[in-house]
């Protein structure tokens, strides 16, 4: 799911609620993001102090109902197996609370902090074009540190055998650190937890293939949306080389991918 | 009064959901041979407290109960046992009842009952809290915990069986934390996550 900031209130819905958000609650839900494939809505769920996130998958008129009501669900419930398969891995994705696969919604961990392509594009905002640091001290840097975390990220989603499907820095985001974290971004926009969200096109794969592709997602989108720290992917990837045993070979398949790019077929 | 009323957010039907502990609980036999005689005076889910760890869970398995009464997706025959197996992270209804429900042995009771105030098939006037508070001290004989609260259920967890009924022994992601808060908040959201996951 390709997801687009809305600047909707909950005022005015531009799209009809889910039927689960149209029942009491302390707050009216927030549209947060319109995709393709669905809207994200933040809640609250239980209490009024646990927010959540709600992903609606919204009945798509043009299918044969039954068709699409299958469809929803497998899609739904592959999404909500991927994230228990990471959560059960120690891999930092949103928690899940509830899921009503029939109905088209589940419930999400609401993550704190903003979007790693909104840290990165402050950090750069902030520094002149050229910059001045000297090589022997680039390797210190916040951004650099903020790579090396994404690096170490990625190789324990795809050590669990899981590959995300659509990596860009905007379905990452920075979870603040609790007071007393020490390291890292030294108080920084880019420090936090990276935490990976939006696992609708996850799918399980163990093979290099498959994995190296998805690092190329990722640096295509490094390349488009952050042009400046593309000569900084070195450091993902150096990081992604040391945290499992088969990353090293993905690493040399990722050259193969490069050559040729995403699609292995010359076909269609 | 012992008795905690939760108004869940997003709640369909105008659902509340009502809840009290018990300790020293003398009647569990006869409580447990209404339910399985299906008296309907007995519809309530009480539940073992040894295998809750927190307030939380129990609104949790609330809310899903609730969600499939009000889309018509119950797989147990009431919204109440239907609370029991949303407690379960498989789909056994046995051995969720087993598991969570009450049994003749069962000394710290918990029992949580659901009040639809807007519901198509229900319609009228519901029992309100105190209403509710004064049948339940009425059918359980045990000592009420005054008042109800999240500590108190803590602390009859048993973690060993919670371990073992959410199939938390030798995960990945327990092994790694060395700090005992950290993981046991990381078993209480794994063990949510099943409860979640049930059936998919």
């Known amino acids: 799911m390709t ?31 319109q995709g393709a494939e669905g809207r994200l809505y933040k ?11 709600v992903k609606y998958r919204p009945p798509k008129p043009y299918r044969h109902p039954l068709l699409d009501a299958r469809l929803t669900k497998a899609r739904l419930s592959s999404e ?28 999400l961990e609401w993550i704190e902090g903003a979007p790693v392509r909104q840290g990165i594009n402050e950090w750069l905002g902030a520094r002149p074009e050229t910059d001045t ?22 190789g324990a989603l795809h050590r669990t055998g899981v590959v995300h499907g659509d990596l860009t820095t905007s379905n990452m985001m920075l979870r603040p650190w ?40 990722l640096e295509r989108a490094f390349a488009s949306t952050h ?16 945290t499992f045993k088969k990353a090293p070979s993905v690493l040399v398949k990722l050259a193969d991918v490069r050559m040729r790019g995403r699609k292995r077929s010359m076909l269609g | 009064m012992a008795l905690k009323t939760t108004a869940l957010e997003n709640r369909p039907w105008g659902a509340l959901v009502h809840l009290a502990l018990f300790h020293d609980v003398t009647n569990s036999a006869f409580l447990h041979s209404q339910l399985l005689a299906k008296n309907p005076d007995y519809e309530y889910a009480f539940i073992d407290a040894s295998s809750i760890f927190s307030e939380h869970q129990l609104l949790s398995a609330a ?119 950290a993981r046991q908040c990381q078993m209480e959201r794994l063990a949510l996550m099943g409860m979640a996951l049930r059936g998919l």
Not at chain 1, 43 to 53: D, N, S
Not at chain 2, 145 to 154: G, H, I, K, L, Q
Request: glycine share 6%; charged share 20%.
């Open chain 1, 3 to 33: 997801v687009n900031p809305t600047t909707a209130g909950a005022s005015e819905p531009q799209f009809p609620l889910p039927s689960i958000l149209t029942n009491p609650a302390s707050a009216p839900p927030l549209l947060i993001a």
């Open chain 1, 43 to 53: 809640t609250t769920y239980l209490v009024p102090e646990l927010a959540c996130a």
């Open chain 1, 80 to 107: 909500a197996k991927v994230l228990d398969r990471c959560a059960r891995d120690g891999v930092p994705v949103p928690a899940l609370y509830a899921i009503d696969a029939a109905a088209g919604w589940m419930a």
């Open chain 1, 133 to 154: 640091t000297p090589d022997e001290q680039v390797d210190q840097t916040p951004l650099v540190d903020l790579m090396r975390r994404i690096g170490t990220v990625m």
């Open chain 1, 178 to 217: 609790k007071d007393g974290h020490t390291g890292g971004g030294n108080g920084t926009v880019l420090d936090g937890d990276v935490v990976l969200i939006d696992f609708g096109l996850a799918t399980q794969s163990q093979s290099d293939e498959d994995r190296a592709v998805d690092l190329y997602v």
């Open chain 1, 227 to 242: 042009p400046r720290a593309e000569a900084h992917f070195e450091y993902v990837l150096e990081a992604y080389g040391k």
């Open chain 2, 63 to 181: 809310y899903r109960a609730i969600n499939a009464a009000a889309t018509s997706a119950l797989q147990t025959p009431n919204v109440h046992s239907e609370v029991i197996l949303s407690l379960s992270p498989n789909n056994n209804i046995a051995d969720a009842y087993r598991r969570w429900g009450i049994s003749p042995r069962t000394k710290s009771l918990i029992v949580l009952k659901i009040i639809f105030h807007d519901s198509p098939s229900v319609p009228g006037p519901q029992p309100s809290a105190a209403e509710v508070w004064s049948t339940i001290s009425q059918l359980v004989s045990g000592t009420p915990v005054d008042p109800f609260s999240d500590a108190a259920v803590r602390k009859e967890t048993n973690w060993a069986a919670v371990r073992k009924y959410y199939k938390l022994n030798g995960v990945a992601a327990l092994q790694n934390i060395a700090d005992d808060a």
